[in-house]
Structure formats: C-alpha cells, structure tokens
C-alpha cells in the first residue's frame, strides 16, 4: 500500500508540465490581476460583522451531491461543507477531512484514514459511518463518480476512524474525482443523508466547515453563521494551496445576496451595500477599478459551450455538428456577450489551471471559419432548411451569444429559433431533449476530462458515443498519469476532428468587483469567503 499523507500526496501526481495552448487572448494578462493566493485577513481594527455577496444565481438546493450549478459549489466548498480530500494549487488532491489515505500496489483500493474529533455544526463528531452514508449517496448520486468507481463499488467502514472502497478496475483518479467534482463530495451527517424532500434533494444543510447553514429568504439571500467549535486543519498562519487552507472565519456572517440585474449589483457596491459583487460585465470593468475604494479581480473563469441535443433532432447528426464547427466564428460568439478583453480562444477543453491536462490536439479543426467545408457537411447531412432550436439563459449574457449565433448560422443558411429563459428554467428546460437541438453554457474548471459534465451520458447533451466513452474509460482505468494523458491527447482530437459532442468557444475571463477592505479571500477555481473580512 502506498501511504498518501498531507506533504506527500502530491508525489502520485505530474505537476505542471502540460501541453501548449492553441489560441489567441484577447485579454491583455488574464490571470495577473487576479488574486492568485490569499491574503492574510489583517488582525488590527474593527471588522464588519457580514460580508455582503452580491450575485445573480440563486441555486435550487445547497445539496452538492445531486447538484451541478456552480453557484452551490462556490457557496459551499470548503466554507459550509469539507471533503475526504481537496485541491492543492496544482490541483492535485490533499487530505482535508481524512489525515491520509493509501492507495493498494494494483490501484483497486484506496483506504482513508479519518481525522479524529472533527464536530459537524450539529455538534455530533464526525465518524466513519457518516463519511460512508455521505460518500455512497454521492457516488449514486452522481453518474461521473459511478462510472469512476464502476458498478457496484462502494464506500464501507474499516472501523470508526478508517474507511475504504475497493472497486474491479484502477482508482488511481479517484482521489482527484473526490477532490474536484462539480458535484462536490462534501461529507455530511448519516442521519442528513436519509433527510430528502419529494425531489431527492437534502433538507438538512450540515457540514464541518467554518461556516453553518444560518438562513435562506427565497430570491433574496442566503446566510451563513461562523461556527465556533469549527476544527481546523493544517499549520495555523500558512498561506493556502489551492482550496487547501487553515480557515479562521473572522466574519461572524456571510451572506449571499440574490441581485440580478448587474447594474443594481454595481450601484450597491459603490454604496457599499454590498462588499463584492460576482459578474462584472467586461465593458463596466474599467469604469469599475477607478471607482474610490472599488477594486476589480479577474480570473480564469471556465469553458463557453454550445452544446448539442444528441439525444434527437438535428443535432444527432454528426456531420451536422461538424458543419456548425467547421463555419462558426468563435470570435464573434464570445466578442458579442464578453466584449474584446473578457475571452481566450482555446481550442482545449481543459482550463488553464490544469496545465498537466492541456494540449492542442485537434486544434486543427477549432474556429476554422471555413464557409466551403460547412456547405459540403450540411450537403452531406441532409440538412432540409429545418429551423434549429436553441436554448440559453439570459443569466450572465448567454443571450447574447443566442443572438449572434442566430446571425452566424444565416451565413451558411441554416435557420434558428431562440429561446430565452431565466437560469431555474433553463436547468429544467434542458432536461428534456424535445425541447432544443443546441443549449447555450458556461462549465466550471475541472482538475480531469473525466469530469466534464458534457461528457456524461444522462447529462443533457447525453453522450453515448462508444468511441469517445471507451477513451473516458481508458484515462479511468491507465497504468498511470503519463498514459492517462496520452489518451486524452487522442480523446480531445477525436472530439474536435470527429465527433464534436459540443463546440467550446473558447474560456471566459471573469471579473468581479470588490471593496478595498476587503482582504483573505481566496480565488483558487473561484471565490472564497472563510478567511475573509471587511475592515469598518
């Protein structure tokens, strides 16, 4: 067995020494005005009791394991709710909730070993009947950690302090699945996993982290409460590593304020209503930095997507889909919601935060804007003039792509229809694959390929594909990261020069908006608030 404690996890991963990206920026330096760690809260002076977050999502529920929307994971990962491992900076998992774990010389079990008198915000301490309850109602719960783990492999208790899973093929990514799903693997009580309301979800928002679940008002905020017998981890006063922190909550309230409107957001953080504000439009940002004590953040903000319905309809044809990437302009795609500096074209998949991951296979057939290419695939796809359906949500300008799109596809004479929806209807709306032939999106970093949502089979967009699966389930199952990343080399070209399961525009730059008092927060694959105060 090979023993993985908190200074040696790193060693069963390559840190970055990936392959070269394949576009342009249009953002001058997108990463350089980010903060990249976190700052150290000041410990001098008076600090403001809440820490008002302004931002336009509300989520459906704060149940992370049957819960995709990136708003719950950034409320809640790592402030309401801790997992068994978590990301270091080269996202690279690391013991958060377990003091190490072991992986067996074949790679078919890993064994975690639990830290001792952690207490959940309900005051019961944290044991392994409850790391097993949380953990396998997330493996069944999420479709990318059962196809990690395979059919019928689950989590069961070694003793009260030990748990493992043992599973017929490699776990040797396991480790980062749990660290970094968009489905975060966050640990709860037993007895909250058995609490679920008519739709599935949880009803019982208790974790271990620095923050408790305090209130939510529906459509306008929701709080969370400093939890004072919240056990810490790692040496007191390092800097964190990625999502891997020692967390001092110094703000007794965090609250989230649901604001949609981006001006209505802008005007409350320059009266100070709100000390932070998500989505900055990209055309407001300058005007935003020179504001007295207004600061703007950008950082690396996931994929632009268009993705098919390859469920039915239009979009089952491949040769349409190759049609649609051979012709589309992604410049004029991502320019007409994020303007000339909030975008990258990048034909990879993969994010820049997982530099091991980035390659430009298949670059070749990225934003090819080539109009004779596209007539000869729509020729060969049948295409009879049917209008193309296309959903979005006019939450963070997705709309506005709708509407360039539209503009685009006339160029090689392909009708459209837009449909324009608020975000909860969007979420349900692309459920149902009668509904749309392409869905308009954003997707969150992930630390594998593996965890691209898009890649799933019940994800909408539902890709079955027996090629491109046998290449996830290659990664899944290699000897180690050098082969897992050859296969992914041929899985991205397979996509882009084949397949096209979906068109990823390019990467977004987003920008934020924040009070100069501001201080601790950490922006390791988002914003986060447990170290963070406002200076009165």
Same mark, same amino acid.
């Given at each position: 067995?090979?023993?993985?404690? @908190?200074?040696?996890?790193?060693?069963? *991963?390559? +840190?970055?020494?990936?392959?070269?990206?394949?576009?342009?920026?249009?953002?001058?330096?997108?990463?350089?005005?980010?903060?990249?760690?976190?700052?150290?809260?000041?410990? +001098?002076? #008076?600090?403001?009791?809440?820490?008002?977050?302004? &931002?336009?999502?509300?989520?459906?529920?704060?149940?992370?394991?049957?819960?995709? &929307?990136?708003?719950?994971?950034?409320?809640?990962?790592?402030?309401?709710?801790?997992?068994?491992? &978590?990301?270091?900076? #080269?996202? =690279?998992?690391? @013991?958060?909730?377990?003091?190490?774990? %072991?992986?067996?010389?074949?790679?078919?079990?890993?064994? *975690?070993?639990?830290?001792?008198?952690?207490?959940?915000?309900?005051?019961? =301490?944290?044991?392994?009947?409850?790391?097993?309850?949380?953990?396998?109602?997330?493996?069944?719960?999420?479709?990318?950690?059962?196809?990690?783990?395979?059919?019928?492999?689950?989590?069961?208790?070694?003793?009260?302090?030990?748990?493992?899973?043992?599973?017929?093929?490699?776990?040797?990514?396991?480790?980062?699945?749990?660290?970094?799903?968009?489905?975060?693997?966050?640990?709860?009580?037993?007895?909250?996993?058995?609490?679920?309301?008519?739709?599935?979800?949880?009803?019982?928002?208790?974790? &271990?982290?620095?923050?408790? *679940?305090?209130?939510?008002?529906?459509?306008?905020? /929701?709080?969370?409460?400093?939890?004072?017998?919240?056990?810490?981890? !790692?040496?007191?006063?390092?800097?964190?590593?990625?999502?891997?922190?020692?967390?001092?909550?110094?703000?007794?309230?965090?609250?989230?304020?649901?604001?949609? %409107?981006?001006?209505?957001? =802008?005007?409350?953080?320059?009266?100070?209503?709100?000390?932070?504000?998500?989505?900055?439009?990209?055309?407001?940002?300058?005007?935003?930095?020179?504001?007295?004590? /207004?600061?703007?953040?950008?950082?690396?903000?996931?994929?632009? $997507?268009?993705?098919?319905?390859?469920?039915?309809?239009?979009?089952?044809?491949?040769?349409?889909?190759?049609?649609?990437?051979?012709?589309?302009?992604?410049?004029?795609?991502?320019?007409?919601?994020?303007?000339?500096?909030?975008?990258?074209?990048?034909?990879?998949?993969?994010?820049?935060?997982?530099?091991?991951?980035?390659?430009?296979?298949?670059?070749?057939?990225?934003?090819?804007?080539?109009?004779?290419?596209?007539?000869?695939?729509?020729?060969?796809? !049948?295409?009879?003039?049917?209008?193309?359906?296309?959903?979005?949500?006019?939450?963070?300008?997705?709309?506005?792509?709708?509407?360039?799109?539209? =503009?685009?596809?006339?160029?090689? !004479?392909?009708?459209?229809?837009?449909?324009?929806?608020?975000?909860?209807?969007?979420?349900?709306?692309?459920?149902?694959?009668?509904?749309?032939?392409?869905?308009? +999106?954003?997707?969150?970093?992930?630390?594998?390929?593996?965890?691209?949502?898009?890649?799933?089979?019940?994800?909408?967009?539902?890709?079955?594909?027996?090629?491109?699966?046998?290449?996830?389930?290659?990664? $899944?199952?290699?000897?180690?990261?050098?082969?897992?990343?050859?296969?992914?080399?041929?899985?991205?070209?397979?996509?882009?020069? %084949?397949?096209?399961?979906?068109?990823?525009?390019?990467?977004?730059?987003?920008?934020?908006?924040?009070?100069?008092?501001?201080?601790?927060?950490?922006?390791?694959?988002?914003?986060?608030?447990?170290?963070?105060?406002?200076?009165?």
């Amino acid at each position: 067995m090979r023993q993985i404690t @908190p200074f040696l996890a790193a060693a069963m *991963f390559l +840190t970055a020494c990936g392959g070269a990206s394949s576009g342009d920026s249009k953002a001058a330096d997108s990463s350089a005005s980010a903060d990249t760690g976190t700052e150290q809260t000041a410990q +001098t002076g #008076n600090i403001k009791e809440t820490i008002h977050v302004a &931002t336009a999502q509300q989520p459906p529920s704060l149940d992370c394991h049957k819960n995709s &929307t990136s708003s719950v994971r950034e409320m809640t990962r790592g402030l309401l709710y801790e997992q068994l491992v &978590t990301l270091n900076a #080269n996202s =690279e998992p690391v @013991p958060e909730l377990c003091e190490s774990y %072991e992986m067996s010389d074949d790679n078919k079990t890993v064994t *975690f070993y639990l830290r001792k008198g952690v207490k959940f915000h309900d005051g019961s =301490e944290m044991t392994a009947d409850d790391v097993v309850a949380s953990m396998n109602r997330w493996i069944n719960g999420f479709s990318t950690a059962r196809a990690a783990v395979g059919e019928g492999a689950e989590f069961e208790k070694v003793d009260d302090y030990t748990v493992k899973i043992t599973s017929e093929s490699s776990l040797l990514l396991f480790p980062t699945v749990i660290a970094g799903a968009t489905q975060p693997a966050v640990i709860t009580t037993a007895a909250a996993c058995a609490n679920e309301d008519g739709n599935g979800y949880m009803t019982d928002y208790i974790g &271990t982290g620095p923050y408790k *679940f305090a209130e939510w008002q529906q459509d306008q905020y /929701i709080k969370f409460e400093r939890f004072d017998d919240y056990v810490p981890y !790692g040496e007191e006063g390092r800097e964190d590593d990625g999502w891997s922190s020692y967390k001092t909550a110094p703000t007794k309230y965090i609250e989230y304020d649901f604001v949609k %409107e981006p001006t209505t957001r =802008e005007a409350g953080l320059e009266t100070g209503q709100y000390d932070f504000m998500y989505n900055v439009p990209s055309d407001d940002q300058a005007r935003i930095d020179g504001t007295d004590g /207004i600061k703007t953040l950008s950082a690396p903000s996931g994929g632009v $997507t268009l993705v098919f319905n390859k469920k039915e309809g239009i979009g089952t044809d491949e040769n349409f889909r190759k049609a649609l990437n051979a012709y589309l302009d992604c410049d004029v795609l991502l320019t007409a919601n994020y303007g000339e500096n909030g975008y990258v074209l990048d034909s990879n998949y993969m994010d820049e935060d997982q530099p091991f991951w980035m390659t430009d296979a298949g670059s070749e057939s990225y934003n090819q804007k080539d109009e004779t290419k596209a007539k000869e695939y729509l020729t060969e796809s !049948g295409y009879d003039g049917t209008s193309v359906r296309i959903l979005c949500s006019s939450m963070n300008g997705f709309d506005n792509i709708g509407v360039a799109l539209q =503009e685009e596809l006339k160029g090689i !004479g392909v009708a459209s229809e837009l449909e324009v929806v608020d975000w909860p209807t969007f979420t349900d709306y692309r459920k149902d694959s009668s509904r749309y032939d392409i869905y308009i +999106t954003g997707f969150g970093a992930t630390p594998l390929p593996t965890l691209k949502l898009y890649f799933g089979a019940s994800y909408p967009g539902w890709m079955t594909d027996e090629t491109l699966t046998g290449y996830l389930n290659d990664i $899944t199952n290699a000897a180690d990261m050098d082969a897992a990343k050859a296969v992914w080399d041929e899985a991205q070209a397979y996509c882009w020069n %084949e397949y096209v399961p979906v068109i990823n525009m390019g990467h977004q730059i987003a920008f934020y908006g924040s009070s100069d008092k501001l201080t601790g927060l950490n922006t390791y694959n988002g914003m986060h608030f447990w170290n963070a105060a406002v200076a009165e």
